[in-house]
């Protein structure tokens, strides 16, 4: 199986993370997840990166999390490990520089959530994203259900969010959902001229700016860590991961 990691890359004064897992299409596993986390935090404490770019390698953004490491053995066990991904996205959309984010293909599940925490989606013409957190017994998490509706109306949020719908990046951009689009194959050279942009900016307006737009945030993740912490010790739950990992349509029971 080939090794979960995160290439970092300047560009002068941007950071370009991209996340490299092509045997689970750059999935967030634990060590992609702590690897942006420490990045993200060093980048914020460093004068000289002014901006952040988030893309993906091999033509993916980012199919979700890592399926096959959802192990988790009891309520507290959930509630845990959505403590420590919710300071991933406390860094992104709180802290003082701002992301932006490069999508080639696909960013679903968490990759959609990734995405959504950044300031700024840049998507290839042929992107697509989709929540699909459902079809394994849990709800969207690291911030979904804050950001999208923010992004796109509590309406159309709770289809994308309930019906799985997939939604491709020239729709995307009519909704909200992104900002700019890009030829496909073009995503990060588009996501850099807009970090470039950002990056010459005054930082301090555009830090305070972040903490206004995500106020809310921390009320609403505390919701998302009880909740999928139960979640994670449902039988819906454990059916729909087993059905995953084994390619077939699940069985849910409620």
Request: hydrophobic share 45%; net charge neutral; aromatic share 6%.
């Amino acid at each position: 199986m080939s090794e979960a990691r995160l290439r970092e890359e300047k560009d002068g004064g941007v950071l370009v993370l991209t996340i490299d897992y092509p045997e689970r299409k750059n999935a967030i596993a634990p060590a992609v997840r702590a690897a942006l986390e420490d990045a993200i935090e060093r980048a914020h404490a460093d004068r000289a990166v002014r901006s952040i770019v988030v893309t993906g390698a091999g033509g993916t953004f980012c199919a979700g999390g890592d399926i096959s490491a959802m192990d988790v053995g009891d309520a507290l066990a959930g509630r845990e490990r959505m403590r420590r991904t919710h300071r991933l996205v406390r860094l992104m959309a709180r802290g003082g520089k701002p992301l932006v984010a490069a999508v080639e293909g696909w960013a679903a599940g968490a990759g959609m959530a990734v995405a959504c925490a950044c300031d700024t989606i840049v998507a290839a013409e042929d992107a697509r994203f989709v929540a699909g957190f459902h079809k394994i017994g849990l709800m969207s998490d690291m911030g979904l259900p804050y950001f999208l509706p923010r992004r796109v109306s509590v309406g159309r949020a709770r289809r994308i969010l309930f019906y799985h719908e997939v939604v491709n990046a020239p729709e995307g951009e009519r909704i909200g959902l992104v900002d700019y689009l890009a030829p496909p194959g073009k995503a990060l050279e588009v996501a850099l001229e807009k970090a470039h942009f950002l990056a010459a900016e005054a930082s301090g307006p555009i830090e305070l700016t972040k903490k206004i737009l995500s106020e809310g945030l921390d009320e609403a993740l505390a919701d998302e860590q009880t909740f999928q912490g139960l979640l994670f010790t449902t039988s819906d739950f454990q059916e729909g991961r087993a059905a995953f990992l084994e390619k077939r349509k699940p069985k849910f029971g409620g």
